[in-house]
C-alpha cells in the first residue's frame, strides 16, 4: 500500500500513527489518546478505551515493531508525542496533505471528474 510506505517516509511517528489507523483499524481519538502504558511489554497488545470499556486489540507483527522502535525503550507518557515531550495534538492540515503527496496521489481535494 502506498500510503503504508509514504508514511514509513514521513518519519517514526507518522509509521506508527498510519499502521495503527490503517492496518490495525483504530480510530485516530484511540490512537491520540493511547499511552505507553496501555501496551503489552511485547508492544504487541494495546489497550484502547471504546465506549463499552476498555479492548484489548492484537497488533499486526508491522505495527508491533513500529511501535517499538519509535518507543525505543519508553514506557510512560503519551504513545505518541508531540514536538516537546506531551501529547500528539490531532494531525492537522500539513500530515493530510504530505501523506498523500509521498504516497502519489498529490495533496489536494479530491474532485469529482
Not at 7 to 23: F, Q, W
Not at 46 to 58: A, M, Q, S
Not at 74 to 92: I, K
Request: net charge neutral; charged share 25%.
Amino acid at each position: 500500500m502506498a500510503l503504508l510506505a509514504a508514511g514509513r517516509r514521513l518519519g517514526a511517528k507518522t509509521a506508527v500513527l498510519v499502521d495503527l489507523l490503517l492496518v490495525d483499524g483504530l480510530k485516530l481519538g484511540e490512537v491520540l489518546a493511547a499511552n505507553a502504558e496501555d501496551l503489552a511489554e511485547d508492544d504487541a497488545t494495546l489497550t484502547v478505551n471504546r465506549r463499552r470499556g476498555p479492548v484489548e486489540l492484537d497488533l499486526q507483527d508491522g505495527t508491533a515493531l513500529a511501535v517499538a522502535a519509535y518507543l525505543d525503550g519508553r514506557r510512560t507518557g503519551p504513545l505518541l508525542l508531540g514536538d516537546s515531550p506531551t501529547r500528539q495534538p490531532a494531525p492537522a492540515d500539513p500530515l493530510r496533505r504530505r501523506l498523500p503527496a509521498q504516497a502519489g496521489g498529490g495533496g489536494g481535494r479530491h474532485r469529482a471528474a
